[in-house]
């Protein structure tokens, strides 16, 4: 798993982005969060998150939101 920090997502929409490794975006899209029901990220909260090849390129799937406290991303 990677870890990094959500830099935008759009709830209306169902996607953002989450940076990693201090400078690289991926594209995450709802479907890839982890949990029931509506499924959302808020602005730099804390993720880990698996890379896959999706059909506009890469993107982050099982996105599980960390706790704050979480060490150094």
Same mark, same amino acid.
């Given at each position: 798993?990677?870890?990094?920090?959500?830099?935008?997502?759009?709830?209306?929409? %169902?996607? %953002?982005?989450?940076?990693?490794?201090?400078?690289?975006?991926?594209?995450?899209?709802?479907?890839?969060?982890?949990?029931?029901?509506?499924?959302?990220?808020?602005?730099?909260?804390?993720?880990?998150?698996?890379?896959?090849? %999706?059909?506009?390129?890469?993107?982050?799937?099982?996105?599980?939101?960390?706790?704050?406290?979480?060490?150094?991303?």
């Amino acid at each position: 798993m990677i870890k990094g920090r959500v830099k935008w997502f759009d709830a209306k929409k %169902g996607y %953002g982005f989450i940076t990693y490794h201090e400078d690289e975006d991926v594209f995450v899209h709802f479907t890839g969060i982890l949990g029931d029901g509506f499924r959302t990220l808020k602005e730099n909260q804390p993720v880990s998150f698996d890379i896959v090849e %999706g059909r506009r390129g890469e993107q982050a799937t099982n996105v599980e939101i960390l706790d704050s406290d979480s060490e150094s991303l």
